[in-house]
Protein backbone atom coordinates (compact mmCIF):
# COMPACT_ATOMS: atom_id res chain seq x y z
CA UNK A 1 0.00 0.00 0.00
CA UNK A 2 1.77 3.87 -1.10
CA UNK A 3 1.26 5.54 1.71
CA UNK A 4 2.02 9.46 0.13
CA UNK A 5 0.03 10.04 -3.16
CA UNK A 6 2.57 9.58 -6.31
CA UNK A 7 0.02 10.82 -8.51
CA UNK A 8 -0.07 7.92 -10.71
CA UNK A 9 -2.11 7.28 -13.37
CA UNK A 10 -1.99 3.26 -12.59
CA UNK A 11 -1.72 3.62 -8.68
CA UNK A 12 -0.80 -0.21 -8.58
CA UNK A 13 2.34 0.29 -10.20
CA UNK A 14 3.16 1.18 -6.73
CA UNK A 15 3.64 -2.86 -6.31
CA UNK A 16 5.16 -3.52 -2.79
CA UNK A 17 5.19 -7.14 -2.97
CA UNK A 18 7.52 -9.54 -4.28
CA UNK A 19 7.38 -11.90 -7.12
CA UNK A 20 8.20 -15.58 -6.60
CA UNK A 21 6.73 -17.98 -9.55
CA UNK A 22 3.20 -16.95 -10.29
CA UNK A 23 2.27 -15.24 -7.20
CA UNK A 24 3.20 -11.89 -5.90
CA UNK A 25 3.61 -12.25 -2.11
CA UNK A 26 4.42 -10.38 0.98
CA UNK A 27 7.62 -12.34 1.43
CA UNK A 28 7.56 -15.90 3.78
CA UNK A 29 9.37 -13.22 6.97
CA UNK A 30 6.81 -10.79 8.37
CA UNK A 31 9.33 -7.87 8.36
CA UNK A 32 9.27 -4.75 5.73
CA UNK A 33 11.59 -2.47 4.39
CA UNK A 34 10.86 1.21 4.79
CA UNK A 35 11.18 3.15 1.17
CA UNK A 36 11.72 7.05 2.22
CA UNK A 37 11.83 10.34 -0.27
CA UNK A 38 15.52 11.58 -0.35
CA UNK A 39 13.95 14.46 -0.92
CA UNK A 40 12.08 14.94 2.02
CA UNK A 41 12.78 12.33 4.01
CA UNK A 42 9.28 11.46 4.12
CA UNK A 43 8.02 7.69 3.67
CA UNK A 44 6.56 6.27 0.43
CA UNK A 45 6.02 3.14 1.09
CA UNK A 46 7.09 -0.76 2.65
CA UNK A 47 8.12 -3.80 0.58
CA UNK A 48 9.07 -7.09 2.13
CA UNK A 49 12.73 -7.38 3.59
CA UNK A 50 13.05 -10.70 2.30
CA UNK A 51 14.68 -13.35 3.54
CA UNK A 52 17.16 -16.73 2.76
CA UNK A 53 13.41 -18.80 2.10
CA UNK A 54 12.36 -16.22 -0.39
CA UNK A 55 15.77 -16.60 -2.02
CA UNK A 56 16.05 -20.34 -2.25
CA UNK A 57 11.65 -20.33 -3.55
CA UNK A 58 12.85 -17.57 -6.22
CA UNK A 59 15.58 -19.64 -7.69
CA UNK A 60 13.26 -23.32 -7.66
CA UNK A 61 10.94 -20.93 -9.41
CA UNK A 62 13.44 -19.84 -11.80
CA UNK A 63 14.40 -23.28 -12.31
CA UNK A 64 11.50 -24.73 -12.79
CA UNK A 65 10.64 -22.19 -15.42
CA UNK A 66 14.26 -22.81 -17.15
CA UNK A 67 13.44 -25.49 -19.76
CA UNK A 68 10.27 -24.32 -21.17
CA UNK A 69 11.44 -20.45 -21.61
CA UNK A 70 14.59 -21.85 -23.00
CA UNK A 71 12.99 -23.84 -25.57
CA UNK A 72 10.13 -21.25 -27.04
CA UNK A 73 11.51 -20.49 -30.42
CA UNK A 74 13.63 -17.18 -29.98
CA UNK A 75 11.03 -15.35 -32.10
CA UNK A 76 8.36 -15.71 -29.22
CA UNK A 77 10.94 -14.94 -26.94
CA UNK A 78 11.58 -11.57 -29.28
CA UNK A 79 7.42 -10.99 -29.04
CA UNK A 80 7.30 -11.02 -25.45
CA UNK A 81 10.13 -8.45 -24.95
CA UNK A 82 9.09 -5.60 -27.99
CA UNK A 83 5.58 -5.71 -25.71
CA UNK A 84 7.76 -4.89 -22.44
CA UNK A 85 9.47 -2.46 -24.25
CA UNK A 86 5.70 -1.50 -25.41
CA UNK A 87 4.45 -1.35 -22.12
CA UNK A 88 7.34 0.42 -20.48
CA UNK A 89 7.31 3.50 -22.66
CA UNK A 90 3.80 3.31 -22.44
CA UNK A 91 4.19 4.09 -18.75
CA UNK A 92 6.65 6.46 -19.34
CA UNK A 93 5.11 9.23 -16.74
CA UNK A 94 4.48 7.30 -13.93
CA UNK A 95 7.47 5.02 -14.47
CA UNK A 96 9.79 8.81 -14.08
CA UNK A 97 7.52 9.77 -11.12
CA UNK A 98 8.07 6.68 -9.28
CA UNK A 99 11.86 7.05 -10.02
CA UNK A 100 12.07 10.45 -9.10
CA UNK A 101 10.56 10.08 -6.12
CA UNK A 102 12.14 6.71 -4.70
CA UNK A 103 15.72 8.11 -5.80
CA UNK A 104 15.68 11.71 -6.11
CA UNK A 105 16.48 12.65 -9.72
CA UNK A 106 14.52 15.35 -11.53
CA UNK A 107 11.38 14.11 -13.18
CA UNK A 108 12.65 14.84 -16.70
CA UNK A 109 15.75 12.80 -15.97
CA UNK A 110 13.46 10.05 -14.20
CA UNK A 111 11.39 9.80 -17.83
CA UNK A 112 14.33 10.02 -19.56
CA UNK A 113 15.63 7.26 -17.41
CA UNK A 114 12.53 5.12 -18.65
CA UNK A 115 13.15 5.36 -22.54
CA UNK A 116 17.07 4.64 -21.68
CA UNK A 117 15.67 1.49 -20.06
CA UNK A 118 13.23 0.41 -22.55
CA UNK A 119 16.30 1.10 -25.37
CA UNK A 120 18.00 -2.00 -23.83
CA UNK A 121 14.47 -4.01 -23.54
CA UNK A 122 13.59 -3.27 -27.51
CA UNK A 123 17.49 -3.84 -28.48
CA UNK A 124 17.72 -7.05 -26.91
CA UNK A 125 14.53 -8.46 -27.91
CA UNK A 126 15.92 -7.76 -31.70
CA UNK A 127 19.06 -9.30 -30.69
CA UNK A 128 17.05 -12.04 -29.43
CA UNK A 129 16.52 -13.53 -32.74
CA UNK A 130 20.12 -13.07 -34.20
CA UNK A 131 21.92 -15.55 -31.98
CA UNK A 132 23.36 -17.55 -34.36
CA UNK A 133 25.88 -20.09 -34.04
CA UNK A 134 28.52 -21.07 -37.02
CA UNK A 135 29.56 -23.98 -39.15
CA UNK A 136 33.46 -24.25 -39.05
CA UNK A 137 35.52 -25.68 -41.94
CA UNK A 138 36.39 -28.87 -40.56
CA UNK A 139 40.55 -30.29 -40.33
CA UNK A 140 39.25 -33.87 -41.05
CA UNK A 141 37.10 -34.84 -43.94
CA UNK A 142 35.10 -37.02 -42.20
CA UNK A 143 33.98 -35.02 -39.91
CA UNK A 144 31.59 -31.58 -39.00
CA UNK A 145 32.03 -28.96 -36.66
CA UNK A 146 29.78 -26.91 -35.42
CA UNK A 147 29.05 -24.59 -32.49
CA UNK A 148 25.57 -23.33 -31.03
CA UNK A 149 24.93 -20.91 -28.53
CA UNK A 150 22.77 -21.80 -25.55
CA UNK A 151 21.33 -19.79 -22.29
CA UNK A 152 23.30 -20.45 -18.92
CA UNK A 153 20.59 -21.10 -16.93
CA UNK A 154 19.12 -19.06 -13.90
CA UNK A 155 20.64 -15.87 -13.77
CA UNK A 156 21.20 -13.38 -10.66
CA UNK A 157 20.52 -9.85 -10.83
CA UNK A 158 21.84 -7.62 -8.70
CA UNK A 159 21.26 -3.84 -9.17
CA UNK A 160 21.90 -0.41 -7.60
CA UNK A 161 20.20 2.40 -6.19
CA UNK A 162 21.30 5.29 -9.12
CA UNK A 163 19.60 4.15 -11.78
CA UNK A 164 16.79 1.90 -10.90
CA UNK A 165 15.15 1.17 -14.26
CA UNK A 166 18.01 0.87 -16.43
CA UNK A 167 19.83 -0.96 -14.64
CA UNK A 168 17.23 -3.57 -13.93
CA UNK A 169 16.46 -3.61 -17.88
CA UNK A 170 20.17 -3.75 -19.03
CA UNK A 171 20.19 -7.38 -17.11
CA UNK A 172 17.24 -9.16 -17.28
CA UNK A 173 16.36 -7.70 -21.34
CA UNK A 174 19.28 -10.09 -21.93
CA UNK A 175 19.23 -12.74 -20.20
CA UNK A 176 15.57 -13.06 -21.41
CA UNK A 177 16.61 -12.49 -25.20
CA UNK A 178 19.30 -15.36 -24.33
CA UNK A 179 16.92 -17.70 -23.00
CA UNK A 180 18.02 -17.80 -19.60
CA UNK A 181 15.46 -16.90 -16.27
CA UNK A 182 16.03 -14.26 -13.52
CA UNK A 183 16.11 -13.91 -9.98
CA UNK A 184 16.72 -10.60 -9.03
CA UNK A 185 16.96 -8.40 -6.31
CA UNK A 186 17.16 -4.58 -6.76
CA UNK A 187 18.97 -2.10 -4.58
CA UNK A 188 17.41 -1.49 -0.93
CA UNK A 189 16.62 2.63 -1.81
CA UNK A 190 14.60 1.80 -4.65
CA UNK A 191 12.95 -1.41 -4.89
CA UNK A 192 9.56 0.16 -6.07
CA UNK A 193 10.94 1.30 -9.66
CA UNK A 194 12.08 -2.77 -10.63
CA UNK A 195 8.49 -4.04 -8.58
CA UNK A 196 6.72 -1.89 -11.12
CA UNK A 197 8.91 -3.20 -14.28
CA UNK A 198 8.34 -6.54 -12.89
CA UNK A 199 4.93 -6.56 -13.21
CA UNK A 200 5.04 -4.42 -16.52
CA UNK A 201 7.18 -7.56 -17.71
CA UNK A 202 4.17 -9.91 -16.27
CA UNK A 203 1.91 -7.83 -18.48
CA UNK A 204 3.74 -8.00 -21.70
CA UNK A 205 3.44 -11.91 -21.36
CA UNK A 206 6.75 -12.99 -19.68
CA UNK A 207 5.47 -16.47 -18.18
CA UNK A 208 5.39 -17.38 -14.44
CA UNK A 209 8.88 -18.26 -12.87
CA UNK A 210 10.80 -16.51 -15.76
CA UNK A 211 11.19 -13.64 -13.58
CA UNK A 212 11.41 -13.42 -10.08
CA UNK A 213 12.00 -10.94 -7.66
CA UNK A 214 12.66 -10.70 -3.93
CA UNK A 215 13.67 -6.85 -2.08
CA UNK A 216 15.79 -6.47 1.06
CA UNK A 217 17.01 -4.36 3.32
CA UNK A 218 21.27 -3.35 3.34
CA UNK A 219 21.56 -6.00 6.56
CA UNK A 220 19.36 -8.84 4.89
CA UNK A 221 20.66 -8.16 1.10
CA UNK A 222 23.97 -10.36 1.82
CA UNK A 223 21.64 -13.20 3.39
CA UNK A 224 19.14 -13.08 0.07
CA UNK A 225 22.40 -13.22 -2.12
CA UNK A 226 24.65 -15.96 -0.14
CA UNK A 227 21.78 -18.14 -1.07
CA UNK A 228 22.13 -17.45 -4.28
CA UNK A 229 26.16 -17.75 -4.81
CA UNK A 230 26.22 -21.32 -2.84
CA UNK A 231 23.25 -22.65 -5.33
CA UNK A 232 24.70 -24.41 -8.03
CA UNK A 233 21.31 -23.98 -9.89
CA UNK A 234 22.39 -20.40 -10.15
CA UNK A 235 24.62 -19.91 -13.59
CA UNK A 236 25.40 -16.78 -13.63
CA UNK A 237 25.69 -13.42 -11.27
CA UNK A 238 25.12 -10.16 -13.22
CA UNK A 239 26.25 -7.23 -10.64
CA UNK A 240 26.30 -3.05 -11.17
CA UNK A 241 27.81 -1.85 -7.80
CA UNK A 242 30.54 -0.82 -6.00
CA UNK A 243 34.19 -2.32 -6.21
CA UNK A 244 33.73 -4.43 -2.56
CA UNK A 245 30.49 -5.91 -3.50
CA UNK A 246 31.63 -6.88 -6.58
CA UNK A 247 34.88 -8.91 -4.98
CA UNK A 248 33.02 -10.32 -2.56
CA UNK A 249 30.47 -11.76 -5.34
CA UNK A 250 33.48 -12.86 -7.16
CA UNK A 251 35.19 -14.50 -4.22
CA UNK A 252 31.86 -16.16 -3.36
CA UNK A 253 30.80 -17.25 -7.14
CA UNK A 254 33.98 -19.56 -7.28
CA UNK A 255 32.95 -22.09 -5.01
CA UNK A 256 30.47 -23.02 -7.69
CA UNK A 257 32.27 -21.62 -11.20
CA UNK A 258 29.34 -19.68 -12.09
CA UNK A 259 29.96 -16.94 -15.15
CA UNK A 260 29.68 -13.30 -13.27
CA UNK A 261 30.36 -9.76 -14.74
CA UNK A 262 30.59 -6.78 -12.81
CA UNK A 263 29.50 -3.11 -13.65
CA UNK A 264 31.61 -1.33 -10.68
CA UNK A 265 32.66 1.97 -9.13
CA UNK A 266 34.88 4.19 -11.34
CA UNK A 267 37.06 7.57 -11.09
CA UNK A 268 37.08 8.82 -14.26
CA UNK A 269 39.09 11.49 -15.93
CA UNK A 270 38.31 14.29 -17.67
CA UNK A 271 40.86 15.94 -19.47
CA UNK A 272 40.75 19.43 -21.29
CA UNK A 273 43.78 20.08 -23.38
CA UNK A 274 45.08 23.53 -24.69
CA UNK A 275 43.81 23.20 -28.60
CA UNK A 276 40.39 22.24 -27.08
CA UNK A 277 37.07 23.69 -27.77
CA UNK A 278 36.38 25.27 -24.21
CA UNK A 279 32.91 26.35 -24.98
CA UNK A 280 32.46 22.32 -25.82
CA UNK A 281 34.46 21.14 -22.77
CA UNK A 282 32.80 23.14 -20.38
CA UNK A 283 29.36 21.76 -21.62
CA UNK A 284 30.51 18.31 -22.35
CA UNK A 285 31.74 18.10 -18.38
CA UNK A 286 27.97 19.52 -16.94
CA UNK A 287 26.40 16.80 -19.31
CA UNK A 288 29.04 13.99 -17.75
CA UNK A 289 28.88 15.49 -14.36
CA UNK A 290 25.94 17.02 -13.38
CA UNK A 291 23.83 14.46 -15.09
CA UNK A 292 21.70 12.52 -11.62
CA UNK A 293 23.20 15.06 -9.07
CA UNK A 294 26.79 13.01 -9.91
CA UNK A 295 25.86 9.67 -9.02
CA UNK A 296 26.37 8.02 -12.33
CA UNK A 297 29.40 5.70 -12.16
CA UNK A 298 30.95 7.26 -15.27
CA UNK A 299 30.97 10.73 -13.78
CA UNK A 300 34.07 12.43 -14.25
CA UNK A 301 35.66 12.36 -10.80
CA UNK A 302 39.15 14.23 -11.51
CA UNK A 303 39.09 17.04 -14.42
CA UNK A 304 42.65 17.81 -15.60
CA UNK A 305 43.14 21.55 -17.49
CA UNK A 306 45.76 22.37 -19.06
CA UNK A 307 47.57 25.51 -17.85
CA UNK A 308 46.95 27.64 -20.57
CA UNK A 309 43.24 27.30 -20.53
CA UNK A 310 42.47 26.49 -16.87
CA UNK A 311 41.74 30.20 -15.93
CA UNK A 312 39.06 30.28 -18.58
CA UNK A 313 37.89 27.21 -18.40
CA UNK A 314 37.29 27.18 -15.02
CA UNK A 315 35.29 31.02 -14.98
CA UNK A 316 33.34 29.30 -17.83
CA UNK A 317 31.94 26.16 -15.78
CA UNK A 318 32.09 28.08 -12.49
CA UNK A 319 29.33 30.09 -13.99
CA UNK A 320 27.20 27.31 -14.99
CA UNK A 321 27.73 25.20 -11.80
CA UNK A 322 26.62 28.40 -9.62
CA UNK A 323 24.00 28.57 -12.10
CA UNK A 324 22.25 24.95 -11.62
CA UNK A 325 19.11 24.74 -9.32
CA UNK A 326 18.92 22.40 -6.69
CA UNK A 327 15.21 21.30 -5.50
CA UNK A 328 12.87 18.14 -4.98
CA UNK A 329 12.85 15.93 -7.77
CA UNK A 330 8.88 17.08 -7.93
CA UNK A 331 9.72 20.54 -8.90
CA UNK A 332 10.32 20.87 -12.67
CA UNK A 333 12.23 23.36 -12.52
CA UNK A 334 15.25 21.57 -10.72
CA UNK A 335 18.28 20.45 -11.97
CA UNK A 336 20.05 18.99 -9.27
CA UNK A 337 17.83 16.55 -6.98
CA UNK A 338 18.75 15.25 -3.35
CA UNK A 339 21.25 13.13 -2.65
CA UNK A 340 20.73 9.06 -2.13
CA UNK A 341 20.65 9.65 1.58
CA UNK A 342 22.70 10.86 4.60
CA UNK A 343 25.55 8.29 4.24
CA UNK A 344 25.64 9.87 0.39
CA UNK A 345 25.75 13.55 2.01
CA UNK A 346 28.56 13.03 4.60
CA UNK A 347 30.72 11.34 1.92
CA UNK A 348 30.54 14.53 -0.35
CA UNK A 349 31.20 16.81 2.51
CA UNK A 350 34.16 14.67 3.69
CA UNK A 351 35.40 14.90 0.00
CA UNK A 352 35.36 18.77 0.44
CA UNK A 353 36.34 19.34 3.74
CA UNK A 354 39.50 17.12 2.53
CA UNK A 355 40.53 18.65 -0.25
CA UNK A 356 40.29 22.22 1.48
CA UNK A 357 42.30 21.06 4.23
CA UNK A 358 45.16 19.75 1.58
CA UNK A 359 45.14 23.19 -0.11
CA UNK A 360 41.75 23.03 -2.77
CA UNK A 361 40.06 26.22 -3.19
CA UNK A 362 36.35 26.18 -3.58
CA UNK A 363 35.41 28.26 -6.60
CA UNK A 364 31.77 27.60 -6.03
CA UNK A 365 29.45 25.67 -3.79
CA UNK A 366 31.27 23.61 -0.96
CA UNK A 367 28.38 23.37 1.65
CA UNK A 368 25.59 21.20 2.12
CA UNK A 369 22.26 22.65 1.92
CA UNK A 370 19.34 22.79 4.84
CA UNK A 371 15.83 22.89 3.91
CA UNK A 372 14.25 24.03 7.11
CA UNK A 373 10.54 22.56 6.18
CA UNK A 374 12.63 18.73 5.36
CA UNK A 375 15.53 18.10 8.02
CA UNK A 376 15.81 14.99 6.72
CA UNK A 377 16.27 15.82 3.07
CA UNK A 378 20.23 15.03 1.37
CA UNK A 379 21.20 18.17 -0.42
CA UNK A 380 24.09 19.19 -1.48
CA UNK A 381 25.44 22.49 -3.69
CA UNK A 382 26.79 22.35 -6.87
CA UNK A 383 30.98 22.38 -6.53
CA UNK A 384 33.87 23.32 -8.21
CA UNK A 385 37.11 23.27 -6.45
CA UNK A 386 40.82 24.32 -7.82
CA UNK A 387 44.19 22.88 -7.12
CA UNK A 388 43.03 19.44 -6.83
CA UNK A 389 45.84 16.71 -5.90
CA UNK A 390 46.47 13.18 -6.13
CA UNK A 391 46.59 12.55 -2.40
CA UNK A 392 42.82 14.16 -2.08
CA UNK A 393 40.09 11.74 -1.69
CA UNK A 394 38.19 13.43 -4.06
CA UNK A 395 40.95 12.52 -6.38
CA UNK A 396 41.43 8.90 -5.52
CA UNK A 397 37.74 7.85 -4.29
CA UNK A 398 34.27 8.15 -6.27
CA UNK A 399 32.37 11.57 -4.83
CA UNK A 400 29.34 10.43 -6.27
CA UNK A 401 28.19 13.63 -6.04
CA UNK A 402 27.66 17.26 -7.74
CA UNK A 403 31.59 18.09 -7.06
CA UNK A 404 34.01 19.12 -9.81
CA UNK A 405 37.65 18.58 -8.70
CA UNK A 406 39.54 20.56 -11.04
CA UNK A 407 43.93 19.91 -11.72
CA UNK A 408 46.49 21.81 -14.38
CA UNK A 409 48.72 19.78 -16.47
CA UNK A 410 51.58 20.74 -18.24
CA UNK A 411 51.52 17.94 -21.18
CA UNK A 412 50.22 15.26 -22.79
CA UNK A 413 52.34 12.36 -21.60
CA UNK A 414 52.33 13.28 -17.96
CA UNK A 415 48.40 13.73 -17.75
CA UNK A 416 48.07 10.41 -19.54
CA UNK A 417 49.95 8.84 -16.76
CA UNK A 418 48.04 10.67 -14.43
CA UNK A 419 44.49 9.78 -15.82
CA UNK A 420 46.10 6.16 -15.75
CA UNK A 421 47.41 6.42 -12.17
CA UNK A 422 44.04 4.47 -10.41
CA UNK A 423 42.88 0.93 -9.83
CA UNK A 424 39.53 1.83 -11.60
CA UNK A 425 39.15 1.94 -15.12
CA UNK A 426 35.26 2.47 -16.49
CA UNK A 427 34.96 6.02 -18.18
CA UNK A 428 37.22 8.23 -19.48
CA UNK A 429 36.88 11.22 -21.18
CA UNK A 430 39.27 14.08 -23.11
CA UNK A 431 38.71 17.23 -25.62
CA UNK A 432 40.81 18.08 -28.12
CA UNK A 433 40.94 19.58 -31.88
CA UNK A 434 44.36 17.10 -33.19
CA UNK A 435 43.17 14.70 -34.64
CA UNK A 436 46.65 12.80 -34.45
CA UNK A 437 46.07 13.15 -30.55
CA UNK A 438 42.44 11.70 -30.14
CA UNK A 439 44.26 8.10 -31.75
CA UNK A 440 47.00 9.07 -28.91
CA UNK A 441 45.18 9.44 -25.89
CA UNK A 442 42.24 7.00 -26.98
CA UNK A 443 44.87 4.33 -27.16
CA UNK A 444 46.65 5.01 -23.75
CA UNK A 445 43.98 5.58 -21.62
CA UNK A 446 42.97 2.32 -19.16
CA UNK A 447 39.44 1.97 -19.22
CA UNK A 448 36.05 0.66 -20.99
CA UNK A 449 34.25 3.67 -22.57
CA UNK A 450 36.25 6.76 -24.18
CA UNK A 451 34.64 10.47 -24.41
CA UNK A 452 36.10 12.08 -26.92
CA UNK A 453 35.04 15.81 -27.29
CA UNK A 454 31.56 14.39 -26.01
CA UNK A 455 30.12 13.79 -22.11
CA UNK A 456 26.98 11.86 -23.26
CA UNK A 457 27.77 8.20 -23.86
CA UNK A 458 25.70 5.30 -22.70
CA UNK A 459 23.31 4.19 -25.67
CA UNK A 460 21.89 0.60 -26.01
CA UNK A 461 23.54 -0.14 -29.31
CA UNK A 462 27.38 0.61 -27.47
CA UNK A 463 29.28 -1.85 -25.26
CA UNK A 464 29.19 -0.86 -21.83
CA UNK A 465 31.43 -1.47 -19.19
CA UNK A 466 34.88 -1.52 -17.46
CA UNK A 467 38.48 -2.75 -17.05
CA UNK A 468 40.99 -2.89 -13.79
CA UNK A 469 38.79 -2.83 -10.89
CA UNK A 470 35.69 -1.46 -12.20
CA UNK A 471 34.67 -5.14 -13.39
CA UNK A 472 34.60 -7.13 -16.33
CA UNK A 473 31.57 -8.14 -19.18
CA UNK A 474 29.97 -5.62 -21.13
CA UNK A 475 26.09 -4.77 -21.91
CA UNK A 476 24.22 -3.16 -24.48
CA UNK A 477 25.41 -3.94 -28.20
CA UNK A 478 25.57 -6.95 -30.22
CA UNK A 479 28.10 -8.16 -27.49
CA UNK A 480 25.39 -7.97 -24.55
CA UNK A 481 24.35 -11.35 -24.95
CA UNK A 482 27.81 -13.06 -24.59
CA UNK A 483 27.73 -13.07 -20.81
CA UNK A 484 24.07 -14.94 -20.79
CA UNK A 485 24.71 -17.47 -23.58
CA UNK A 486 27.45 -20.33 -23.40
CA UNK A 487 29.52 -21.94 -26.87
CA UNK A 488 28.57 -25.89 -27.54
CA UNK A 489 30.32 -27.30 -29.54
CA UNK A 490 29.09 -30.14 -31.75
CA UNK A 491 31.07 -32.72 -33.74
CA UNK A 492 29.51 -34.80 -36.29
CA UNK A 493 31.36 -37.86 -37.00
CA UNK A 494 30.86 -40.69 -40.06
CA UNK A 495 30.87 -38.17 -42.77
P1 LIG B 1 26.46 -1.33 -3.50
O1 LIG B 1 27.57 -2.20 -3.95
O2 LIG B 1 26.47 -0.86 -2.10
O3 LIG B 1 25.07 -2.04 -3.72
C1 LIG B 1 24.71 -2.59 -4.95
C2 LIG B 1 23.78 -3.76 -4.71
O4 LIG B 1 24.49 -4.77 -3.98
C3 LIG B 1 22.55 -3.43 -3.90
O5 LIG B 1 21.46 -4.15 -4.44
C4 LIG B 1 22.90 -3.92 -2.50
O6 LIG B 1 21.78 -4.29 -1.74
C5 LIG B 1 23.73 -5.14 -2.84
N1 LIG B 1 24.64 -5.53 -1.77
C6 LIG B 1 25.23 -4.73 -0.85
N2 LIG B 1 26.03 -5.47 -0.05
C7 LIG B 1 25.94 -6.75 -0.48
C8 LIG B 1 26.54 -7.98 -0.07
N3 LIG B 1 27.42 -8.04 0.94
N4 LIG B 1 26.24 -9.09 -0.74
C9 LIG B 1 25.38 -9.05 -1.78
N5 LIG B 1 24.78 -7.94 -2.22
C10 LIG B 1 25.06 -6.79 -1.57
O7 LIG B 1 26.44 -0.09 -4.52
P2 LIG B 1 25.45 1.15 -4.52
O8 LIG B 1 25.88 2.08 -3.44
O9 LIG B 1 24.03 0.72 -4.54
O10 LIG B 1 25.74 1.79 -5.96
C11 LIG B 1 26.74 2.72 -6.17
C12 LIG B 1 27.95 2.04 -6.79
O11 LIG B 1 27.56 1.39 -8.00
C13 LIG B 1 28.99 3.05 -7.21
O12 LIG B 1 30.27 2.56 -6.89
C14 LIG B 1 28.82 3.13 -8.72
O13 LIG B 1 29.95 3.53 -9.41
C15 LIG B 1 28.43 1.75 -9.05
N6 LIG B 1 27.73 1.71 -10.34
C16 LIG B 1 28.40 1.16 -11.40
C17 LIG B 1 27.80 1.14 -12.65
C18 LIG B 1 28.51 0.55 -13.80
O14 LIG B 1 27.88 0.28 -14.81
N7 LIG B 1 29.80 0.28 -13.71
C19 LIG B 1 26.52 1.68 -12.82
C20 LIG B 1 25.86 2.23 -11.71
C21 LIG B 1 26.49 2.23 -10.47
Known amino acids: M ?16 NLIADNWT ?51 RAAVLKRWNDVIVAHQDDLGRLISREQGKPLAEGRGEVLYAA ?29 VREPVGVVAVITPWNFPAAMIARKIAPALAAGCTVVAKPAEDTPLTALALVKLAQEAGVPPGVINIVTASRERA ?38 VSLELGGNAPFIVFADADI ?107 VDATPSMACSCEETFGPVVAVARFRDESEVVARANATPFGLAAYFYTDSPARIWRVAEALECGIVGINEGVLAAEAAP ?29 GGV
Request: net charge positive; hydrophobic share 40%.
Open 222 to 259: AGVVDVWLADDRVRKISFTGSTPVGKHLARQSASTLKK
Open 464 to 492: FGGVKESGYGREGSVHGLDDYQQIKYLCQ
Open 279 to 385: DAAVEGLMAAKFRNGGQTCVCPNRVYVHELVHDAFVAKLAARVGALKVGPASDSTSQIGPMINERAVQKIERHVRDAVSQGARIVVGGERIRKPDSPQAAYFSPTVL
Open 2 to 17: SLISLALSRGDLVETR
Open 119 to 147: SYVEWFAEQATRTNGEVIPSPFSNKRILS
Open 26 to 76: GGLEPRQLAVTDPSDGGLVSNVPDAGAADAKAAVDAAQAAFNAWRGAPARD
